[in-house]
């Protein structure tokens, strides 16, 4: 399993950026996917998941504001970050969504730093 995250940085409040994570190794199309976050001194945190159907389910802190959605030809997972703060800051991985919390196999993270 590889797991490659991009396209984090810093980034002003009210901003957006858009994380994507190739995977591969694995069949894609099986698994329930999804976007975690860890900040400095804070236990790792889901931030939203995918089925293989689309569906996705949302933490409350960014409902509305984020979305996720995963290419299943390309084996790709995308988050869109929209209306950003600063307390989205922190480190961000994809995985499957069994493996969270403790799970193995997890990819190197983007930062995602929302600071003025």
């Known amino acids: 399993v590889q797991l490659v995250e991009s396209g984090g940085g810093l980034v002003q409040p009210g901003g957006s950026l858009t994380l994507t994570c190739a995977t591969s190794?694995?069949?894609?199309?099986?698994?329930?996917m999804g976007w975690y976050r860890q900040a400095p001194g804070k236990e790792r945190e889901m931030v939203a998941t995918a089925r293989n159907t689309g569906d996705a389910e949302y933490a409350d802190s960014v409902k509305g504001r984020f979305i996720i959605f995963r290419d299943n030809a390309k084996s790709t997972l995308t988050l869109q970050m929209n209306s950003l703060k600063s307390e989205d800051t922190a480190m961000y991985y994809c995985n499957q969504h069994i493996k969270f919390p403790d799970g193995n196999n997890w990819g190197p993270g983007t930062q995602v730093t929302v600071s003025s």
């Open positions: 190794g694995f069949e894609f199309l099986w698994y329930t």
